[in-house]
């Protein structure tokens, strides 16, 4: 089992920065590619971000490249997700996944991750 447990969120201001974190416990960290996800209230779940285990890797949907900054700390069992110049479309519930079966590709769909954490809501107010 893994459990993964992502800072809290918070509401911001458009434009604002915001880091949200995510501690894992449970097992070998540093073997799982990890990512994060969004859903906003009557959407779908959306992908964000994904780092390979060895954090050589990384792949961000087309709604924040350029914007988030996916990294990870092995020695600290920490996955981070930077989010600057944060948009009112940017709220929503923010969760972080871990994927431990080893793909040529990041995966950027949701089943494919085998752990979830419970998520934080970020909220960016116009």
């Known amino acids: 089992q893994v459990q993964l447990v992502e800072s809290a969120g918070g509401l911001v201001q458009a434009g604002d920065s915001l880091r949200l974190s995510c501690a894992a416990s449970?097992?070998?960290?540093?073997?799982?590619?990890m990512g994060w996800f969004r859903q906003a209230p009557g959407k779908e779940r959306e992908f964000v971000a994904a780092?390979?285990?060895?954090?050589?890797?990384?792949v961000y949907g087309d709604s924040v490249k350029g914007r988030f900054t996916i990294s990870r700390d092995n020695a600290k069992n920490t996955v981070y997700l930077q989010m600057n110049s944060l948009k009112p479309e940017d709220t929503a519930v923010y969760y972080c996944?871990?994927?431990?079966?080893?793909?040529?590709?990041?995966?950027?769909?949701?089943?494919?991750?085998?752990?979830w954490g419970q998520g934080t809501q970020v909220t960016v107010s116009s």
């Open positions: 449970g097992r070998t960290f540093s073997s799982c590619t």
């Open positions: 996944a871990a994927d431990f079966l080893p793909k040529v590709l990041l995966p950027v769909a949701a089943p494919e991750y085998d752990y």
């Open positions: 780092i390979s285990a060895s954090g050589g890797r990384t």
